[in-house]
């Protein structure tokens, strides 16, 4: 089942939700708190797991406390096939074919994890089609950043840009309006 990616621990229900409707295939293996109480909800999400042949396997919660790494898991984690993030030309060929105009959020230095995730969970609710982040100088889709997108992150494209400003330009030699924000006090 695996294609050369690394695995990542995906923690609490909602994310857990949102890997198993979009991106199925990926969930390696679902990991359950012993004792927990089973909410008709979660009991949805162990079904729909167990529908797809993925593997669910009880565990001591102070064990899921230490693979959550500190995260709140409410009792329930995954591991998931991590995507590798897309290349900026793979995802525009993609778009050739959209007949409304996209969204895309560029993220530039975004280290904190919970930002990113929360700048995620925003840009998909909003429709946006993709996230650029750059490839060396930004948080990685970590664990508390996929918690903190709310499963978005299992929906969301996500580019690495090598170099933002030729990604930039080359977002506009595709048609796309570039805005832009800055927060320090100096921007205009």
Known sequence: MSNGNSRVLVCGRKP????????????LEVLLARGLRIAPTLQALLEEAK???VVIREIERQELDVLAAGLNHQGVAAW??????????????????QTSPAVVVVLDQVTDPHNLGAIL??????????????ADQSAP????????SAGASELLPVVAAGNLQRS?????????????TDVSPESQ
């Not at 930039?168 to 832009?180: F, H, P, S, T």
């Open 121 to 134: 969970r925003v840009a998909e609710a909003v429709g946006a089609r993709a996230a650029i982040v750059t």
């Open 51 to 53: 529908r797809a042949g």
């Open 141 to 148: 889709l970590s664990p508390a950043a996929r918690r903190a």
């Open 168 to 180: 930039l330009e080359r977002l506009k030699d595709a048609g796309y309006w570039i805005v832009g």
């Open 16 to 27: 857990l939700a949102e890997s198993l409707r979009h991106r199925t295939s990926s969930v």
């Open 80 to 97: 998931i096939e991590q995507a590798r993030p897309i290349d900026l030309e793979r995802f525009l060929e993609g778009e050739r074919d």
